[in-house]
């Protein structure tokens, strides 16, 4: 396993709230994915010094993938790969203690090039999880959500929190992707109140470190690569939206904890708040602590909006008080996290 992602992984196995998942059994949907192969290899990681081992379950759609993904684990009795589609009813042989729900569409062309199924994949796959969970009697489950759902919030909040939701046109193709976050919390709340299913929402912030996939092309990935090649970072759009981001393990620690601790049928926001800066700024700096003397930023923004399939630019800094409140604190600021992802990739 790359070193810096191993790194990761102990520090991620030595949490104290991720050790108590000890003894259960963990369903991971979207296992192929960054958070999910991520939390998956974590979960390996532990069970090598440990005696009560945690099995995962992880839905996968590409079994070629799955195998490049897995290709250290696959022969881990404990890590379990299981193809379907979650557009249908799902059956899981066994108990399932908890659910980690980290399946989506996540790729922003689709969402304008395939805006039913990006619906469709949210809502269905969505209710076929909380279906299983309200089936197995899951004692946690936590749907990730993202801060798209967020819309424009009004521009005069300083912080953003898990209430103050903006505006979002429906009429926009693009809007499939945060309606069908939307709906999907909606789901879940009903859930969580009608059957009692002890399911919470993770609204992420940006979310990336060390194990970015070679296929990864959302800005935090094509910027590093290009910082790591001594290439111009090219933006295709002004760069003005703000972004709020997160460090891969601080996420999976913030899970961890909200498998255990998280309210049912409420939604916390997972931000390092301390990240949050325009992408133009975040692609300056990446150029100029990166990119060896080489890298410079600029821009070839497309006459279509919709070519790129990027998100309208917001103005929204998040509030990550209401998870902190719960016990969490991110270690990893935004120049921390591009070094490790950086140092991952060479």
Known sequence: MNQIVQEDMKQIAEDPFFQKLAGSRILITGATGLIGSLTAKACMEYNKIHDDKITVVGLIRNEKKAEEVFKENLEDADLQLVTGDLRQPLEIPGTVDYILHTASVTTSKLFVDQPVETIETSYRGTRHVLELAKEKHCKGMVYLSSMEMYGRPDESLEKVTETDLGYIDILNVRSSYSEGKRISECLCAAYADEYQVPVCIARLAQTFGAGVLKSDHRVYA????????????????????????????????????????????????????????????????????????????????????????????VKMHLDAGKLRSLGWEPQYGLKEMYQRLIAGMK
């Not at 070839?300 to 990027?310: F, K, L, N």
Request: charged fraction near 25%.
């Open 222 to 313: 094509q910027f590093a690569r290009s910082a790591v090649k001594g290439e111009d970072i090219v933006l295709h759009t002004e760069g003005k939206s703000n972004g709020n981001y997160c460090y891969t393990t601080d996420v999976i620690r913030a899970l961890a904890l909200l498998l255990q601790k998280g309210e049912k049928g409420q939604a916390y926001n997972v931000c390092n708040e301390e990240t949050t800066t325009t992408i133009a700024e975040m692609a300056r700096m990446v150029a100029e602590e990166f990119g060896q003397g080489k890298s410079k930023v600029v821009f070839d923004i497309p006459e279509d909006a919709r070519t790129y399939g990027y998100a309208p630019d």
